[in-house]
């Protein structure tokens, strides 16, 4: 399904009750990470033989809903997440944001949902950002957290796609994910659950994968972990990601580092760290592989001492290292638990690009004020 019109015109309609200068600076001198809003959200409305309509930014506020919307009880919901920075010159720019729109994109088609053009999903953002620029934080670490998402909103309790979608943004300020400095995780990998089978809904970012891992999480959390890692569905023994980031491993073979991530295989979601670090890790000099690799190859790699980082990466926190494993075949720490030379280089270097530190010779950061 596509959109039969492209109306990229977003209406403003300024909030009456915008935060005042004092109230934001008190909201944003700690604002973690998807507690606060900025003072306007954008709204567009599709529907079935109509495509979507005119995009409308106003006050950010509850919406109303019919209890019958389908997504309320089927699950029709995907949703999307990148960052808005503050630029060296003052302006603001995002990372990557044409990456999230086409992977938003996959996950509406694999929800049989309607594609939202690329060209709206961005002047969405282009009018939100430039409304609420006073929202952008800007310490390196801190940003503008984006939120896109789609919902289907007929009210009709057949099981069938809906006929009509809201596609909303919001925008959330963030703070440095690891305000006292990059702390390792422990994590606890899951054999009583999976996140994701072959034919599935893993590589799209739908809701119902949240829903569905949240009691592992929570058993994660119960042997003292921090977080969960995945096994494929089918034989248990390869590692996909870790809750919802995307998982790299850092060997050293013959004075050469190797950095190797799961390959992608349809049940796991195409980060775009994961990417953007595949090519970061190659202009610094290492190998980067994507390939299958095992909970034993883990374990005996890491006592072999060929293994000597482990790090998981996504928007939110960039970059975050593992330092101790935790299962049900045993337990491991790597790095003596702690942050080890390549996540941190990979991490700097990420963070540089986002910030306008350093030159942007992908083409990754898109101005937007
Ligand atoms: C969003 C997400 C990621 C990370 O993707 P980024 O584009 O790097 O933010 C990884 N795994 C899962 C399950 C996700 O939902």
Request: with cysteine.
């Amino acid at each position: 399904m596509s959109a039969t019109q492209t109306d990229t015109t977003i209406e403003i309609r300024p909030s009456a009750h915008a935060a005042s200068p004092e109230e934001r600076a008190k909201l944003m001198t700690n604002p973690g990470f998807g507690r606060i809003f900025t003072d306007h959200m954008v709204v567009v409305q599709y529907k079935e033989g109509q495509g979507w309509g005119k995009g409308v930014l106003s006050a950010y506020a509850p919406i109303a809903m019919d209890p019958a919307a389908s997504v309320l009880h089927y699950g029709q919901a995907i949703f999307e997440g990148f960052k808005a920075y503050k630029q060296p010159d003052g302006g603001i720019a995002c990372f990557r944001p044409e990456a999230n729109s086409r992977r938003f994109n996959k996950s509406a088609a694999r929800l049989a949902m309607p594609e939202l053009p690329e060209a709206i999903f961005l002047a969405a953002a282009k009018a939100l950002i430039t409304q609420d620029q006073a929202w952008v934080p800007g310490a390196v670490g801190e940003s503008l957290y984006m939120r896109p998402l789609m919902i289907a909103t007929e009210p009709a309790l057949g099981v069938r796609p809906s006929h009509e979608y809201l596609f909303i943004l919001l925008a959330s300020p963030s703070g440095a994910y690891f305000p006292a400095g990059v702390k390792p995780v422990t994590v606890w990998i899951s054999d009583d659950y999976v996140r994701a089978a072959p034919g599935g809904t893993g590589f799209a970012k739908c809701a119902g994968n949240y829903a569905a891992s949240l009691v592992a999480q929570r058993q994660a959390q119960g042997e003292g972990c921090d977080q969960v890692v995945w096994l494929d569905a089918i034989h248990r023994t390869n590692i996909e990601e870790m809750g919802g980031m995307n998982i790299f491993f850092v060997y050293q073979e013959k004075g050469e580092t190797v950095v190797v991530t799961p390959e992608l295989t349809g049940t796991l979601l195409p980060g775009i760290t994961r990417d953007s670090l595949l090519q970061l890790a190659r202009e610094q000099g290492f190998r980067a592989e994507e390939r299958k690799i095992t909970v034993d190859e883990w374990r005996s790699a890491i006592q072999e001492g060929r293994m000597t980082e482990a790090f998981a990466c996504g928007t939110a926190a960039v970059i975050t290292p593992v330092g101790h494993v935790k299962s049900r075949q045993g337990n491991w720490t790597i790095h003596n638990g702690e942050t080890g030379p390549v996540a941190a280089k990979l991490r700097e270097t990420l963070l540089n690009l986002q910030h306008g530190l350093s030159k942007d010779t992908h083409g990754w950061m898109k101005k937007i004020v």
